[in-house]
């Protein structure tokens, strides 16, 4: 395995096959117990050859973030498409023109005001589009209150505007500031049965709502009963980071993305380690800083991917990264960690890390690596 | 100006020309009063106008931080260059691969094994690199401590490895954390003494060490003398940030890198108001949280840039940002900031945000927009 890798150049974002068919298995397998339909978020990856292990898999289709990621999807055969941010009025026409060429792509609205753009341009040019109305399950973002008068009002535009009313979704993102199943359970309970209830409160008031669609990593994989959903969006599952693992839904051999690094230089009196993968390569993400374990820019591995216990990489600038160890005392760091040797750090956030990178090297059991490009930008 | 700007979709990242070509006068002016050549540090823009624009105005050649940087640079023409992170072994073959093309290539080192290593490498492959000796001059990263034994020997090592030993180099780099423009005049002394005197000490042992490079941006903005240095090298001074905001260097009106957003919805009893400029667009760079004046992830302005005093990107998902105004009271957000209107968001961290998009957008003095690509990866 190392004959491969030690052939790439550093810093490279490196993804470990085996685990991620692992996870991607593992969330289809709950989901198909639940049954319910898995639809997985692309923004984590935004790589074709992650996607179709996905749908492989049995995903029944894609959520995307932008439009980008739907064009690439599309591109490729993939149809069935849900955008999951709420629509801004200026990217209609982009969407207009996914439609008309076949994508089947849902839009997502928590306002009146754009639930009217989306049926004005929808009359304008003669489109039935699909619609999504957000809930706001948590307070943590988006979404209309289950009270909220609004609710049906969004429901009636849509409606009587000849939109297609396509059902209701929620995303528990508070979900990442959890860290026991208990809360984790309670908060999936949560998130169901708001979103439940807002179809039912739409249904009720006359008009359709077929679909019920929640999610979020942890609360998909917390969750003990889904009744009333009819499908499930998660994300960050198929890679797994140190964040998830701090919330406490996934160990340490799931996860499947790290950041291939070198040894450039040494500060022996401050006992640091320096690499050539910085915040460039990391990315800014701190996401563990207010969590149970605070893992710094990552957590540092051997070049096999053997956790290195108390090695952290505690400060990065935009290419050099600072590995320190918890308990110096007595390492030689330069006979340790020698010049030109390498490491893999495992990131806080995989959607964070990946991006800044143009592709992936998979590794696969053997020790293989294929480059997977992924999407930039918008 | 509106009109064109208002064609983009969003989030697109705004590069305003008049300021830039604003901020790389006057830094370019200031180095030729001092007395010293300037050689701009390109890791900021990755972009071959902006780089056109700082050797148009009178740089030496460019700094860049990765190998990849001085591919593009050399592609387009540009021969002098210094890789200004210590070398990794495993890199000599690429950068040979330069150097043979005809890149005047610089390489750095701070490290005895390191030095050898560049020497048996040059050897074999009868190469003659031309190599810098990385100096620490604030503890805040990389590089060998004045009175440190190693300089000497490292020297003795590439000059008697038949390398051409160029010079000595250091960056302050904690000049970031100061605010005040008396601490920073000390730092830059301080940077400017030490390097001066580290080349000294290497002349005094017999060896070659003609130039001397030092550099951050703001000591090079607040040094007062740079006897006895040859080059500075700066980078973010071209689009400046609130980061340099913060320290003291620079005005509002020379914030020359900002995103467009759109407003996508409104939690009106918390007073968000919700964009499409999340941290996949601002980066997750919080560079200003512990400065004088926290910005969150962001200053929001009017899609013409005008600062909307006291708007902040208080916080980020991947494609959602949330702005919040500091006085909130009274204020109709869904009024004021209407669905499908637009803002620009000023970053912490020029250098992190850039390098979330493919390309910038470039507004000239009439409004004019053009499309510069930029480099992304390694």
Avoid at 299 to 320: F, K, R, S
Wanted: charged share 20%; hydrophobic share 40%.
């Amino acid at each position: 395995m190392s004959a491969s890798i030690a052939s790439l150049d550093t810093p490279a974002a490196i993804v470990d096959v085996p685990r991620m068919q692992h996870n991607i298995r593992r969330m289809q397998q709950r989901m198909d117990a639940l049954g319910v339909r898995l639809r997985p978020h692309v923004k984590t990856s935004k790589c074709l050859p992650v996607i179709k292990a996905q749908l492989a898999a049995g995903a029944c289709g894609v959520t995307v973030s932008t439009l980008k990621e739907a064009q690439y999807c599309f591109a490729e055969g993939i149809c069935d498409v849900f955008y999951a941010v709420a629509i801004a009025p200026g990217k209609l026409t982009q969407a207009l023109q996914l439609r008309r060429k076949g994508c089947q792509l849902s839009l997502l609205t928590d306002s009146l005001d754009a639930a009217r753009a989306i049926v004005a341009f929808g009359q304008r040019h003669n489109e039935r589009f699909d619609v999504w109305i957000e809930i706001d399950c948590d307070g943590h973002r988006s979404g209309l209150d289950l009270e909220d008068h609004s609710l049906l009002e969004v429901a009636r535009v849509l409606s009587e505007g000849g939109m297609q009313l396509r059902g209701v979704m929620t995303h528990a993102g508070s979900s990442y500031e959890l860290d026991t199943p208990e809360a984790l359970q309670a908060l999936a309970e949560q998130e169901r049965n708001l979103c439940v209830n807002a179809a039912q409160r739409i249904r009720q008031a006359g008009f359709p709502c077929p679909e019920v669609s929640i999610g979020s990593t942890p609360t998909a994989l917390s969750a003990l009963n889904l009744e009333g959903v009819t499908e499930v969006r998660a994300g960050v599952y198929v890679f797994f980071d140190l964040v998830m693992h701090n919330v406490g839904i996934c160990q340490a051999h799931e996860l499947a993305l790290s950041v291939l690094t070198t040894v450039i230089g040494h500060q022996k009196d401050k006992g640091w380690v320096i690499t050539d993968a910085g915040w460039m390569a990391m990315s800014r993400d701190r996401g563990t800083q207010r969590q149970q374990r605070d893992f710094g820019y990552g957590q540092v591995c051997t070049e096999t991917g053997d956790w290195i216990e108390g090695a952290l990489l505690t400060g990065a600038n935009q290419e050099h990264g600072i590995v320190a160890l918890e308990t110096a005392g007595g390492v030689d760091i330069t006979a340790r960690f020698p010049i030109g040797s390498r490491l893999r750090i495992l990131p806080n956030h995989a959607c964070a890390t990946g991006a800044q990178f143009p592709d992936y090297h998979a590794v696969d059991a053997e020790g293989g690596v294929q480059l997977w490009s992924r999407l930039h930008g918008w």
